[in-house]
């Protein structure tokens, strides 16, 4: 399992024009679930998202992590990132998931 992060302001996300998630200031974490993962990886990885210190503290020191600063955590599958790019110019998906174990993994950690 593998997540990209980034730290928001706000962010959502919208699906045939209708927001299916939003949060105000926090993290936004794309997830690639993989064929290996399991409810072990998603709590591994949920533990890892919720106490990252990658909030500044008074300081400006980043110091603090996301239940610190009160933050949301908006969590999005993405199968992209369980490319396998190490040859050729074609990326392989082998590795990922199918999409309704991406999915439940989501709802999973939420």
Do not use: W
């Not at 959502?12 to 936004?28: F, T």
């Not at 990886?41 to 603090?64: C, I, P, T, W």
């Amino acid at each position: 399992m593998k997540a990209l992060i980034q730290r928001v302001k706000r962010s959502s996300v919208e699906v045939e024009g209708k927001v299916v998630g939003s949060i105000d200031h926090g993290l936004l974490a794309l997830i690639g679930v993989e064929k290996h993962d399991d409810a072990a990886s998603v709590e591994k990885l949920l533990h890892k998202l919720l106490h990252y210190r990658v909030f500044s503290d008074a300081e400006g020191k980043m110091n603090q992590n996301l239940q610190q600063v009160n933050g949301g955590l908006l969590l999005v599958s993405q199968f992209t990132l369980a490319a396998d790019t190490r040859k050729g110019l074609r990326p392989s998906f082998s590795s990922a998931a199918p999409p309704c174990t991406g999915r439940g993994a989501i709802r999973f950690a939420g």
